[in-house]
């Protein structure tokens, strides 16, 4: 199939800094198949950068991260004997490989298919916004409802971890399940309401419009809008102080608390893997995108490394709160996120609305 | 039943108490106020006088049994050796170091070495010979630490190895010496001189009598000849 390669090689991604082993590799005859498939625009975006490649760095390097840093605010030393050289970088791996070996249990009154299944299945709704997420030129599609869309998707995640809850047929994960079956409907409307605000803004909802209106980053033009889309974040990746419905001290992690071996490694990085998606999503809409300083020698890849840096730079910061914060009940989370949210996600659209109309942006 | 109420606080007393929360976050993350010390890689500053292995000098030891006697667990048995030197059950001992105390001529010394092994009971029963060499010891640590309570508690960190076998100095030795009291109830069994652990009583034959002499600098006061003499003929008197 030569035209398929040339199709390939018209649009593939242009980074100087490796551009003469590419050429080489291009030469050669099935390597070139594979280097043109990976380096493809499409492919690149959603198996390299934004997307699968960089989903595992995050969670290598978040997982430890929260661990080292809740440690050392409780005087402890965290993950550190694993690779200690580098700190312990390497625990998650371990861990992961833990996991993979370790006996996944299906317990008798578990529902079997849905119980094995909805964990891969999970995967779904955290890659398929990747397709949707743009990184400059790197990009797999470009549609002008790429932001509600991505909303829409990341917005299943819980009801898959509803459904898992349900396939568990464990009181703790029922509790769990219908916890974060509340706090959905509490931090989802908030949220959209935020993401609705910055469409308003920019009066779109194409991420490119977007990142090319934003000379001034959006946190500062709408700061409610972010404050809320943040107090979201927190609530949908239920983090502490949002940590209802995994709450390892009252329910044992909720809907997981069935899950062992490889299928817990699987639901437990899920919220990690939610937070990386939203943190793109923030990134896009309120800290200007792929925007940055130039790296010439970087090309095509310099959009991209710009989304994730910004996006994992929030993350590792908002990864504080567990250590600062403790656990909200969950009527008190319901009234916060049905009260005061919803007030500040329907104030922040009418400054929108009141930056759109006085003519503020242009 | 009453109801408890969450303090009502004002918009800028929250969000200050939120920062300071924050900022104690922050700044424990940068630099934690941790006092764990890491042992394997630091150790803690031990005293000299430290009640850990205990070593033994057999050239020192004068088999007066005071260790065997004294030992509070039973763990001290003395064994025949050149003379009779002291073994200690590890299983038993409760680390008091009263043996090393009680002894006379510091044949019995602490060192800091607080982390040993035995395979198994048996190996515990450590005899004489066994202790005179230091264990070989694997030293990972690279930091010694020490707490300061001053105020709060602080960890001082030091990059320096502690040497952990200290130099003892041996004990001074009573102001007392042996003596014969009363010469004339001497029966010249000379049990005086074959118990004397120092070698310190000779006899000297003089016609039908003995003459004990006392060397005053190997006296060690063990006063072992003054509770085998049958007669009370040696005492204790000053320097």
Redesign the interface.
Known sequence: MPGMLEIMVQNMVNIPLIQPLVDVLLKIPVINYIVALILWRPIFAVLIIPGLGAIMLVLMIIVWWERKLTARVQWRVGPLEVSRPIGGVMQVMADGMRYFFQEVIVHRNAHAIYFIQLPILAFLPVLLPILLIPAGPVYAIRSDYAIPAIVALIALIPVVIIAMGWASNNRFAYIGAIREAFMYFAYEIPLIFAVLAMMVLYGSGDPFVIVEKQTVPGILLNPVAALTFIIATVMATSRLPFEIPEADQEIAFGPFVEYSGILFGLVMTLAYEKLYLMSLLLTILFLGGWNGIAIPILGDFMPPFWLFLKAFVFMLIISLLRSIYARYRLDQALRIGWSSILAISIISIAISYALVLTGWLP | MKKIKAEKLGLTESVKRHLE??GV??G??IV?????I?YPRERRKLPDNFRGLILFDSKACISCFRCAHICPANAIVMEHRIAYFPSIDYAKCIFCHFCVDSCPTGALRPTKIHDFVYKDMDEMVVHSEEMVETPEIVREDSFTVEYVFDGDVQLVKKKEKEELVPEVKPPERPPKVAAALNPENCISCRLCVAACPTFAISAKEEKTKIILEINVDRCTACSICNKICPTSTLGLVDR
Do not use: G
């Not at chain 2, 934690?32 to 764990?36: E, G, M, N, R, W």
């Open positions: 929360a924050i976050v922050v424990e993350v934690p106020s941790t006092i764990t890491h």
